[in-house]
Nanobody, 123 residues
Framework: QVQLVESGGGLVQAGDSLTLSCAAS????????MGWFRQALGKEREFVAG????????YYRDSVKGRFTISRDTAKNMGALQMNSLKPEYAAVYYC????????????????WGQGTQVTVSS
């Protein structure tokens, strides 16, 4: 099992940038996948971005392409999600998660989750 802790959320204005971090304790293998999800109040948890831990292949939901950048530092066992040009509709609790099975946009496929970090975007 891997423990994940997100940080970096907060209150920002529309158009601002924010970078979320995900610190992992425990071994993440190169075949594993780290995903970022978000869940707004009253809505389902949705895939935002993901990265294959070893080779670094990245995946994004269409609405954040060009705005968000996912990365990882395998030496530090940390992931990050840089978010630019934030919109009010991006406000949600953001979670990082690990999937031992590889790439998936389905939250049920993920094995370990952080506690989440709140992102609020004012208009």
């Amino acid at each position: 099992q891997v423990q994940l802790v997100e940080s970096g959320g907060g209150l920002v204005q529309a158009g601002d940038s924010l970078t979320l971090s995900c610190a992992a304790s425990g071994r993440i293998y190169s075949s594993h996948f780290m995903g970022w999800f978000r869940q707004a109040l009253g809505k389902e948890r949705e895939f935002v971005a993901g990265i294959r831990w070893g080779v670094g292949n990245t995946y994004y939901r269409d609405s954040v392409k060009g705005r968000f950048t996912i990365s990882r530092d395998t030496a530090k066992n940390m992931g990050a999600l840089q978010m630019n040009s934030l919109k009010p509709e991006y406000a949600a609790v953001y979670y990082c998660a690990r999937n031992r099975g590889g790439y998936s946009t389905m939250y049920k496929a993920y094995d370990d989750w952080g506690q989440g970090t709140q992102v609020t975007v004012s208009s």
